[in-house]
């Protein structure tokens, strides 16, 4: 079966810039997950979604980053206005239920500048 | 709210050894999962075990074993007859079941070198 697709793999941009991440789960899972994985540090969940609800968003900076899920499926992850301090990989996920059993996509590295 | 720590940076071993890592966390919670993720240099992470809080015995995947002490709030993973593909980034994690969004708490992460 195909597994997480994201895109880009690699996107440098100046502080201020806005970015998008995309997110394509693997087909029938109904929950999606947004980790940031800053250089030296464990992922930490940014936002949950269950079909194209969100679950938990509580360690999201709602001031600059915005996630949806439109239809249930695909993901975008956008900040705006980006900065130094957001360097990191942002990796998606997916399961069918819960993170028993999550599958992980390769993740996009950002770099501000 | 509950805290993973791994107290080991970096750590190397032969290959065809048994090497061990070791992973703490804290949690007033009784039922619970643990996990031990593997993050080749491709980046993706991929699960290598998981054990429930409530199962006495310990988890294990072919070479991969865990040793569980629930009081001691420990949780190692045991890596037998090492090889070179086995070398990345680990990483415990922590999921309470009983929170809404059951997400994943994941911990600093370990690197392992497995040396031919």
């Known amino acids: 079966e195909a597994g997480v697709a994201q895109s880009p793999r690699y996107k440098i941009i100046e502080k201020r810039q806005s970015v998008a991440f995309w997110c394509n789960p693997i087909s029938g899972h109904a929950t999606l997950y947004w980790y940031q994985q800053i250089l030296g540090q464990g992922p930490k969940l940014l936002i949950q979604?269950?079909?194209?609800?969100?679950?938990?968003d509580s360690q999201l900076p709602k001031d600059r980053f915005s996630a949806e899920r439109l239809k249930g499926v695909d993901s975008t992850l956008k900040i705006q206005p980006a900065k130094l301090e957001d360097s990191a990989v942002y990796l998606c996920?997916?399961?069918?239920?819960?993170?028993?059993?999550?599958?992980f996509g390769q993740g996009t590295r950002l770099t501000v500048v | 709210a509950q805290t993973v720590t791994q107290s080991q940076p970096e750590m190397s071993v032969q290959e065809a050894e048994t090497v061990t890592l070791s992973c703490t966390y804290d949690?007033?919670?009784?039922?619970?999962?643990l996990f031990w993720y593997k993050q080749p240099p491709s980046r993706q992470m991929i699960l290598v075990i998981r054990?429930?809080?409530?199962?006495?015995q310990n988890a294990t995947e072919n070479r991969f074993s865990v040793n569980f002490q629930k009081a001691a709030k420990s949780f190692s993973l045991k890596i037998s007859d090492s090889q070179l593909g086995d070398t990345a980034m680990y990483f415990c994690a922590f999921m309470n079941p009983n929170n809404a969004g059951n997400m994943l708490t994941f911990g600093g992460g370990t690197r392992l070198m497995v040396k031919p």
């Open positions: 949690t007033s919670e009784s039922n619970y999962y």
């Open positions: 054990q429930e809080a409530y199962k006495q």
């Open positions: 996920a997916s399961s069918l239920a819960g993170p028993l059993r999550a599958f």
């Open positions: 979604f269950q079909n194209n609800g969100v679950v938990d």
